[in-house]
C-alpha cells in the first residue's frame, strides 16, 4: 500500500549486510562449524575466526558478509541453527554507528559493542559484498 512507499522512501541505501557470531573457548567448535556450513552453502563470504576483540566487538566472533536479496535465505537459515550463538545482523548503510545500534537485529542475547570505535560513516570496499 501507499503507506509503505512513504516509509521505504526515507530508509538508508543498504549495500548489504554483515552477521557477527559471537563465540567463546567452549562454543569455538560450534562457530567453526556454522562458519564452514555458512561458506559452503549460502552466498557469503566469511571472515577469519577473531579471537581477540576487534573493532566494536568486545569478545570472539566471525563475520559473514552478503548481499541484500541473500538476507531472506541466510536469517532464517541462522535462526533456526545458530545452536546458542549470539548473532548481530546488521545493514551496511553509509552509518556505520546506526547499523550496530538503532538497526541492529539480534539473534540470541545483543552483546554491549564497543561504540566509540566506530565512525559515523561507510565501510571500505573489504567489508562490502563483492560485487
Not at 503507506?3 to 563465540?23: D, F, K, L, N
Not at 552478503?66 to 546488521?90: C, K, S, Y
Not at 537485529?105 to 564497543?114: Q, T
Amino acid at each position: 500500500g501507499s503507506v509503505m512507499t512513504g516509509i521505504s522512501t526515507r530508509s538508508p541505501e543498504v549495500h548489504g549486510y554483515h552477521a557477527h557470531v559471537y563465540y567463546d573457548q567452549a562454543t569455538f567448535p560450534i562457530a567453526e562449524k556454522l562458519r564452514e556450513t555458512l561458506a559452503a552453502n549460502f552466498p557469503v563470504q566469511v571472515g577469519r575466526l577473531n579471537d581477540a576483540p576487534i573493532g566494536p566487538h568486545p569478545v570472539s566472533q566471525f563475520a559473514a558478509i552478503f548481499e541484500t536479496d541473500a538476507f531472506q535465505t541466510v536469517i532464517p537459515w541462522l535462526m533456526l541453527n545458530r545452536e546458542g550463538l549470539d548473532i548481530l545482523i546488521h545493514p551496511l548503510t553509509d552509518d556505520m554507528v546506526d547499523d550496530h545500534t538503532v538497526y541492529a537485529l539480534w539473534l540470541g542475547a545483543p552483546i554491549r559493542l564497543k561504540l566509540d570505535t566506530m565512525q559515523r560513516r561507510g565501510y571500505s570496499a573489504t567489508l562490502l559484498p563483492a560485487a
